[in-house]
């Protein structure tokens, strides 16, 4: 049956699908994707990349396990659409290793024990990055306010704001 | 999310002109709040127009000796700005104390203005809402209404306005300077968001075909005295149960001005100017404080379950007030 057929769907006969050439660079290297013009950031890494360590919680901003650095800065990339971020750099788990060299922040989630099951770690680890870059985190308070975007389920909190700390303290020496 | 078709803007004259040649088209800039509801199909544009790529993405300092913040400016960058910590230093606690840090990246100014409601049923598609589809009926007046206004509802809708930024713009008397294909006007910050009444699908009094420019403030900063508290049901990353914005200018222990704005309690932020001038040149004393709460909650009305937003408000006023004078008791 032909789309013209479906006389029940008339939204269907009209539907036309708008791509674009975006270029990001993504981990360091810089990609030419063509994407729907609807196309998340994350859907982007996740469905055309195949870079699955940034994951989709709620897919609404609230979760933070989709959490990326975009030009150093974490973002929620379930809200951003990839044709308006032609020319970023974006960073995502699977960029901050250096060869089998785990980045610090990594390390320190396993060395603290901040994760039961994982699902919200990879957005937990970009995001205390962005903390790190920001500078404005002071305190414990401001800590935990700062990764408030992040939810973590299991409740591995307590954990992951020693990583945190450490982080923080490891950025001053 | 449904299909759209999508343009990026390079400057605002073409953004303008691209809306007004396309049917059912909306601008789009940190989209933290629009393509959310996109996704639930509660607001479902047919074009998108990007505006990140014009130029209003500066905070500089006004003829007048105020600061104009551009539209486009992200709601972190605002708030950690130096200026703004310095001389504005309620707005940059209001704007901190909403969203997250990953929303705060992205989420422009001129967003915040218009970030809709966070009503339950606006956001429960199989509920009628008068905001979402005009005619359909409030679901919140006879049903779960905790989130709800207390100030200045009508019977079509008892939503509030989720902006903690604009609870601290209302106290600064800012002025939102927009453009259209009419030119540009100015909108002082009280007139800009609007009360339910019998259009609740209207949040504000910017037309569809007009972008917003800037939000510039006023020299009057208090930044000696002022305070901004929210409640909410956890410590961070909620949205506000009861919030406040206190600016107050004092002479010693004597206010001479005050200025009292409530968030999380009406469809816009709320002032009560009558009952913030009862504490012209008055002494700062608790007593002195709750008569004016007293007064700001004069009027207001509760529904089935945010009676404790009353009380609430009463408590909240007498505290901002006590911190902003910083007085213990």
Redesign the interface.
């Known amino acids: 049956m032909t789309n013209s057929e479906r006389k029940d769907q008339p939204e269907a006969a009209t539907f036309s699908v708008e791509k674009r050439k975006v270029s990001l660079t993504i981990n360091g290297v810089k990609q030419e994707i063509e994407v729907e013009v609807w196309t998340s950031i994350l859907d982007l890494l996740r469905e055309h990349l195949h870079l699955t360590g940034t994951k989709k919680g709620c897919d609404h901003g609230q979760c933070g396990a989709c959490t990326v650095l975009m030009d150093g800065k974490r973002i929620n990339s379930c809200l951003s659409l990839a044709v308006m971020h032609d020319g970023a750099e974006i960073t995502t788990v699977e960029g901050l290793a250096t060869g089998d060299k785990l980045h610090p922040v990594q390390e320190a989630f396993i060395e603290h024990d901040a994760f039961q099951c994982g699902y919200c770690t990879p957005g937990q680890i970009c995001s205390t990055i962005g903390l790190v870059n920001e500078g404005k985190a002071k305190t414990l308070e401001d800590i935990r306010d700062l990764m408030s975007g992040n939810i973590c389920r299991c409740g591995a909190y307590n954990n992951i704001v020693k990583v945190v700390q450490e982080a923080l303290e490891r950025s001053r020496s | 999310?449904r299909?759209?078709?999508?343009t990026?803007a390079g400057d605002i004259a073409s953004a303008l002109k691209i809306n007004s040649e396309t049917e059912k088209a909306k601008f789009?800039a940190g989209?933290?709040n629009l393509?959310?509801l996109m996704?639930?199909d509660i607001m479902h544009p047919k074009h998108?127009i990007?505006i990140?790529g014009v130029a209003l993405k500066t905070i500089e300092n006004t003829e007048d000796g105020g600061l104009r913040l551009g539209a486009l400016v992200s709601n972190?960058d605002t708030a950690?700005h130096e200026e703004v910590e310095k001389r504005y230093p309620l707005l940059s606690n209001a704007i901190l104390a909403g969203?997250?840090?990953?929303?705060r990246?992205?989420a422009t100014n001129g967003g915040n203005l218009l970030q809709r409601t966070r009503c339950y049923y606006f956001y429960d598609l199989t509920t009628p809402c008068n905001k979402r589809e005009p005619g359909t009926g409030c679901s919140a007046i006879n049903g779960y209404n905790r989130l709800h206004a207390i100030f200045g509802a009508s019977e079509q809708c008892i939503a509030t306005h989720p902006s903690d930024m604009c609870v601290a713009l209302a106290a600064l008397e800012a002025t939102v300077q927009v453009t259209g294909p009419n030119g540009d006007r100015s909108i002082a910050f009280e007139d800009f968001h609007r009360l339910p009444g019998d259009t609740p699908e209207k949040d504000s009094n910017l037309s569809e075909d007009e972008i917003i420019i800037s939000i510039d403030l006023p020299p009057k900063g208090f930044s000696e005295n002022f305070t901004y508290i929210k409640n909410r049901d956890r410590?961070?990353?909620s949205f506000a149960l009861v919030s406040m914005a206190v600016g107050l200018e004092m002479e010693n222990d004597t206010i001479k001005e005050a200025r009292i704005a409530l968030g999380g309690v009406a469809h816009k932020p709320w002032r009560n100017k009558e009952a913030e001038a009862l504490l012209e040149n008055k002494k700062a004393t608790k007593e002195n404080f709750e008569k004016v709460a007293d007064a700001i909650i004069n009027g207001a009305k509760a529904y089935q379950y945010n009676e404790f937003k009353i009380e609430l408000a009463r408590r909240t006023v007498v505290r901002a007030l006590m911190q902003a004078a910083k007085i213990d008791k």
């Open positions: 999310m299909p759209f078709s999508f990026k789009i989209g933290t393509l959310d996704k639930f998108l990007d990140t972190a950690y969203a997250s840090a990953q929303l990246n992205k410590a961070s990353y």
